[in-house]
């Protein structure tokens, strides 16, 4: 019998690529020590927990990215802090790749890179290891098409699911070029009792429909987020940076 996880629907899509022998070299020779050697199926279903305290060498506070891409944000935020361990998850493996020889290149020690579906993962590691004191989702796939919306990662399902792993106090940072997408985050993260957002009300935009009865508040610039190309790309094409912070009641 099938395991209901294989028919979830996933907002991600299974993409390899050709890896330059640059990122190659890396993980062949740096990918044991900073990818977590965990059994996943080929869903990308984790089938094991890790023991992150192992990972890492050490406990301390910890941040999770969920979509790291090639790292660039995780790694900036790493080489700055570095008594802090960081967790990224990324499901595409040139991705993952890329990020091995660029935490090589930049030089830092604490961040540990995971390549498994995150929605079923984090429940799964975050109940023996240490709560993460933040969780950082930027520039998720805006699935723009009306027929794949669907598979977009923030809902009120996945909010529920971040509230249930962060600690109380704990912070979870979003960000979005798409206006739509912000305001689907933002009435996601408001159906969560859990959550508590000091920028309620804050910064709404002219054309937001407020289905829910609710305007407004998105959070400044975070200024531990750094420019990425994600952002780059969505500023060239003149769209709005929206953040959202919210915390864990």
Same mark, same amino acid.
């Given at each position: 019998?099938?395991? /209901?996880?294989h028919r979830r629907i996933t907002s991600f899509t299974r993409r390899s690529g050709r890896l330059p022998e640059r990122n190659q070299r890396a993980l062949d020779k740096y990918g044991e020590r900073y990818v977590i050697d965990a059994q996943v199926d080929p869903g990308l279903f984790l089938t094991e927990v890790p023991d992150l305290e192992k990972a890492f060498e050490r406990d301390a506070p910890l941040i999770v990215e969920i979509g790291a891409g090639a790292a660039d944000q995780v790694v900036a935020h790493a080489k700055a802090h570095p008594e802090i361990n960081h967790l990224?998850?990324?499901v595409w493996w040139p991705g993952v790749a890329a990020s091995v020889a660029r935490i090589v290149r930049e030089e830092v020690d604490n961040v540990r890179m995971i390549c498994a579906d995150a929605v079923p993962a984090l /429940?799964?590691?975050?109940?023996?290891n240490r709560k993460p004191d933040e969780v950082w989702t930027f520039f998720p796939d805006p699935w723009q098409k009306a027929r794949h919306r669907k598979r977009r990662l923030v809902t009120p399902e996945f909010a529920t699911l971040?509230?249930?792993?962060?600690p109380e106090g704990g912070t979870w940072r979003l960000a979005t070029d798409w206006d739509d997408y912000a305001w689907q985050m933002r009435d996601a993260i408001a159906a969560v009792p859990e959550f508590h957002n000091p920028h309620a009300a804050m910064r709404a935009d002219e054309d937001d429909p407020g289905e829910l009865g609710i305007t407004g508040g998105f959070a400044p610039r975070w200024e531990g987020r750094i420019q990425t190309r994600f952002e780059t790309r969505g500023l060239n094409e003149e769209r709005k940076i929206h953040d959202l912070e919210v915390i864990r009641a």
């Open positions: 019998m099938t395991e /209901p996880h990224a998850f990324e /429940p799964m590691i975050f109940g023996p971040i509230a249930s792993i962060l």
